[in-house]
């Protein structure tokens, strides 16, 4: 018979086991939450393109009837004529336009920045920053470049300003969105001002003025938003109301007007 030796355990005491390290549970993303924001239909902004469409039309026109411009010649921004007192010469020349491209172009831009910002500022608060900087674009042309101008650049410009200011003001609320569109809009200003100083027939002081306008104007109007309600309907209202439209129409207006009158009176 064959006897087999019994087995042989461990009796030796082993390490207590130490439960596997586990890192500690990652935060959940915040939540998105739709918000309700301010939009106004941009019917201002396609009344404008259809009148200043129709001016070019009666420019053609007047060219082909009696072979001149007469809307250019009783519209443009001419120093010497305003000097006579046809003061209407630093508004009317934002709807008139010098060929296809430069209708097109401005157009184009009016549509690209104008139709987000009428949303924005509501009817009566953008038209009145559409005409403010195309006022103070022509008051800059007048005070700085003896040769005649048209066209909707310094409205155009006057806009891109107010689309900066936007985005400054509103930056809490759109994060690294508002410091994007503030580096965009700067590096359009930029170029297209280069772009001024390389081509013959762009009036930059326009430009320059228009957009001087437009930043005024929106830094003392401007949308300035607060988000309100109870989540999930939360909405956006703009803190600003009527009396700061006014002083942003007055600051704008007494500046400019001023610097018209200088150069009306004390000619450079």
């Given at each position: 018979m064959t006897l087999t030796q019994p087995p042989e355990y461990n009796t030796t005491p082993s390490a207590p086991q130490t439960?596997?390290?586990?890192?500690?549970?990652?935060a959940a993303p915040p939540a998105r939450l739709p918000i309700n924001l301010p939009a106004a239909v941009p019917r201002v902004t396609y009344v404008i393109i259809g009148v200043t469409v129709v001016a070019y039309l009666l420019q053609l026109l007047s060219q082909f009837l009696i072979g001149y411009d007469?809307?250019?010649?009783l519209g443009a921004k001419s120093?010497?004529?305003?000097?006579?007192?046809?003061?209407?010469?630093?508004?009317?020349?934002?709807?008139?336009?010098?060929?296809?491209?430069?209708?097109?172009?401005?157009?184009?831009?009016?549509?690209?920045?104008?139709?987000?910002?009428e949303r924005r500022y509501g009817h009566g608060r953008y038209i009145l920053l559409y005409l403010l900087g195309g006022f103070a674009g022509s008051v800059f042309s007048f005070l700085f470049t003896e040769a005649n101008s048209i066209g909707a650049s310094g409205a155009v410009f006057g806009l891109i300003g107010a689309e900066g200011i936007f985005f400054y003001k509103n930056r809490k609320l759109f994060g690294n969105r508002?410091?994007?569109?503030?580096?965009?809009?700067?590096?359009?200003?930029?170029?297209?001002?280069?772009?001024g100083l390389q081509?013959?027939?762009?009036?930059?002081?326009?430009?320059?003025?228009?957009?001087?306008?437009?930043?005024?104007?929106?830094?003392?109007?401007?949308?300035?938003?607060?988000?309100?309600?109870?989540?999930?309907?939360?909405?956006?209202?703009?803190?600003r109301g009527q009396p700061d439209t006014i002083v942003?129409?007055?600051?704008?207006?007494?500046?400019?007007?001023?610097?018209?009158?200088?150069?009306?009176?004390?000619?450079?």
């Open positions: 439960p596997p390290e586990s890192s500690p549970p990652r007469l809307l250019i010649l120093n010497e004529f305003i000097r006579s007192g046809q003061l209407w010469r630093f508004l009317t020349p934002m709807l008139l336009h010098g060929s296809l491209i430069h209708i097109g172009f401005n157009m184009y831009a009016l549509t690209i920045f104008g139709t987000n910002l508002a410091k994007g569109a503030i580096n965009n809009i700067i590096f359009v200003v930029v170029f297209n001002l280069f772009l081509l013959s027939g762009i009036d930059n002081w326009a430009h320059i003025g228009g957009l001087m306008g437009g930043l005024i104007f929106a830094w003392f109007a401007g949308p300035q938003w607060q988000v309100g309600g109870i989540s999930p309907n939360l909405q956006v209202a703009d803190t942003g129409l007055t600051v704008v207006t007494i500046i400019f007007g001023i610097l018209a009158a200088i150069g009306i009176l004390f000619p450079f």
